[in-house]
Each structure stands twice: as C-alpha cells, then as structure tokens.
C-alpha cells in the first residue's frame, strides 16, 4: 500500500512538472511579450509598461564612444515599435533596476545579432550567461569579418601615440604607448592608477575602477609596474590631465 501511495505521488509530481507548473528547467522568470516603445541605446529599450530592458550579455558603447549611433540605431531598427519575447535567465534585475532579458524578434535572439553584426561586444555577467558561448561565437564571427566595431578597432592599429601627446587627442579612441612608471591602489575610493609620468600631475594615467580588477589576472598595479604598454580606449580630462579609463584587460597590451 505504500509503495502505491508512493508512486501515485511521484507520477502526480511528475504530471504536474510536464504541465508547465514545475520545471527543474525553468529559471524562475517567466517569459513575457511585450512593445517597444523607445530606445535608449544600444542594450536598452524601454516596453509599453514603463520598464526599461537591458539585453543580458552584450555591451554596446556609451554615448561619448564610437559606434555608438550606429548601435542605437541597430536595435532601433530589430525591436522598436515591435511585440518581442522576454526570456529571463538568473537574475531579474540589474542594480539600476532595470529588466534583465533575452530578447526575441521572429525567431532571433537580439543579443546575439548585434554582436554577430558587430554592434556589441559578448560580455558575461555571472549569474546570467545561459546563451554566453552563442555571444561568444558572434562576436569572433564579428571580429573575422571586421564588422561595426571590430573594423573600427582593427584601423586604429599603427596610429600609436606617444603618452606625452595624448593630451592632443581629448575625446577621440586612441591608441596610447609609454612605460608605467609608478602606480597608486586607492581601497576607499576602488580606484587604481597607472603612471606614465613622474610627477603624474598634467599627465597621461590609466584609471581602472574596483568593479574591473577582477577580470586581470594579476592585480593591475603590480602586473603593468615598469612595464612599456599600448592603451586603447577613449581619451578623456580630469582635473586638467588626459586619461584613459580601462574596462577590460585586452585594452591593455604589454609590448616589452
């Protein structure tokens, strides 16, 4: 008798997970649709309820980097105005509070199009990374081909700058080389600076923010120390010096 009660059990739970009810699969968001009815950028767009949705695992420029009209233009033209398919993945949030989605038009995963069309870059964001080796694909895909981006990157290869003239350039993607000859990690303030100058004061740093120094391998102020090094990325002013700031390890490029 009880081993019938127990199988009646197990084949009740069993209905009930093929019904949809419950799911060993399931990542606890359910799917919705919904229209779009502005775009902000390139990874996010704002739905007819009012939230906005940011496209999980992709990375699209900021307003001040090249490409990115382009972008925004690019997802423009793939969702707006248009009924599309929210899949969630892990987290529902990001701490702007903003939709974190899988995006679907007619069949095709948003995120993954932009990077294959080298709109974006593939960027994981732990615990959400469900479709992260589709990004990944598409985005050496994208690289291969010099798309967007990537051809953008790929032409700025030769235009190196030398450190002492990077303040010529304030507000264009360049390609700075010089030695770091000092460096400074700021805990309080989640900050560490790369010197290409003694004293640094007026000019040329690398500033790598706290949220980054996971992604080196080693601790940035130490890994770069005395190192001669190639910096791409947007030149910027603070306080009268330029600056580049660093996101990713790969902007960096050790060259002896």
Excluded at 218 to 225: A, C, E, L, W
Excluded at 236 to 252: A, C, D, F, K, R
């Amino acid at each position: 008798m009880v081993c019938v009660r127990f199988l009646l059990y197990f084949f009740l739970l069993l209905g009930i997970a093929f019904s949809g009810c419950i799911s060993p699969f399931d990542s606890g968001i359910p799917n919705s649709t919904d229209t779009v009815v502005r775009v902000v950028d390139g990874d996010t767009f704002v739905i007819s309820s009012g939230e906005k949705v940011r496209l999980i695992g992709i990375d699209t420029p900021e307003v001040d980097e090249p490409y990115y009209s382009e972008a925004t233009y690019a997802l423009s033209e793939l969702v707006m105005g248009k009924q599309v398919l929210l899949e969630g993945d892990t987290s529902n949030r990001d701490k702007y509070g903003r939709l974190l989605r899988y995006v679907w038009v007619d069949g095709v995963l948003v995120n993954e199009q932009l990077v294959r069309d080298g709109f974006a870059e593939a960027k994981a964001y732990e615990p959400d990374v469900k479709y992260q080796h589709r990004f990944e694909n598409a985005e050496e895909y994208a690289k291969q081909n010099r798309l967007g981006i990537w051809g953008i990157k790929t032409n700025l290869i030769g235009e190196v700058v030398d450190y002492l003239d990077a303040g010529r350039y304030v507000g264009e993607t360049k390609i700075v080389e010089g030695f770091v000859v000092s460096t400074s990690k700021v805990e309080d303030k989640g900050i560490i600076f790369l010197n290409f100058h003694d004293p640094y004061e007026g000019y040329f740093s690398v500033v790598i923010w706290s949220d980054d120094w996971d992604k080196f391998p080693d601790s940035p102020d130490s890994m770069y120390y005395g190192k001669k090094v190639r910096v791409t990325g947007l030149i910027q002013e603070y306080s009268g010096s330029p600056e580049i700031i660093v996101n990713e390890p790969s902007q960096i490029e050790i060259v002896e």
